[in-house]
């Protein structure tokens, strides 16, 4: 019995659509055609081992009109009167999805070393296995905004 990510046809939005995907892949995995696309991703996340090491699927947005990756911004307090932190991301792990409204909850995902910068990212995802670590800052994204997702691999945070 394998996973086929569904096709929501009713919906034309095909960032939500590939979302939805992840966010059901990733909880799949978090209780038990093309050689990088999304739908890869998700089979290597819930597939790619008899168990997967893996339990997310990093995203990168990409707004309408500028083609340019989003860039969330979000912020953290440790403590009662602590300094507000912000913190701010172009990659990003799906949390939720709501399939009616098409937004979602995403968590920042912050390089492991801040010094990185996105195109540093790209450069070194072939060599660096997790390149991320959790934040626990989340935003709320109408996925309607978006025009392109692009997925990488998967991995465990």
Same mark, same amino acid.
């Given at each position: 019995?394998? =996973?086929?990510?569904?096709? =929501?046809?009713? &919906?034309?939005?095909?960032?939500?659509?590939?979302?939805?995907?992840?966010?059901?892949?990733?909880?799949?995995?978090? &209780?038990?055609?093309? &050689?990088?696309?999304?739908?890869?991703?998700?089979?290597?996340?819930? =597939?790619?081992?008899?168990?997967?090491?893996?339990?997310?699927?990093?995203?990168?947005?990409?707004?309408?009109?500028?083609?340019?990756?989003?860039?969330?911004?979000?912020?953290?307090?440790?403590?009662? =009167?602590?300094?507000? %932190?912000?913190?701010?991301?172009?990659?990003?792990?799906?949390? #939720?999805?709501?399939?009616?409204?098409?937004?979602?909850?995403?968590?920042?995902?912050?390089?492991? #070393?801040?010094?990185? #910068?996105?195109? &540093?990212?790209?450069? #070194?995802?072939?060599?660096?296995?997790?390149?991320?670590?959790?934040?626990?800052?989340?935003?709320?994204?109408?996925?309607?905004?978006?025009?392109?997702?692009?997925?990488?691999?998967?991995? %465990?945070?």
């Amino acid at each position: 019995m394998g =996973h086929e990510p569904e096709r =929501h046809d009713h &919906d034309r939005n095909c960032v939500c659509n590939v979302l939805l995907d992840i966010v059901e892949a990733q909880n799949e995995v978090e &209780d038990s055609g093309c &050689d990088t696309s999304c739908n890869r991703a998700i089979q290597e996340l819930v =597939h790619g081992t008899k168990s997967s090491p893996f339990n997310t699927i990093p995203v990168i947005l990409f707004c309408k009109g500028t083609c340019s990756p989003f860039v969330g911004v979000g912020v953290k307090r440790s403590g009662l =009167h602590e300094k507000v %932190n912000v913190g701010v991301s172009v990659v990003f792990r799906v949390v #939720d999805v709501d399939p009616k409204t098409c937004c979602a909850i995403l968590e920042l995902l912050q390089f492991e #070393d801040p010094k990185k #910068d996105a195109e &540093d990212l790209l450069e #070194d995802l072939d060599k660096d296995p997790k390149p991320f670590e959790n934040t626990n800052v989340c935003i709320t994204a109408d996925l309607n905004n978006f025009s392109a997702v692009t997925c990488l691999p998967p991995i %465990n945070l």
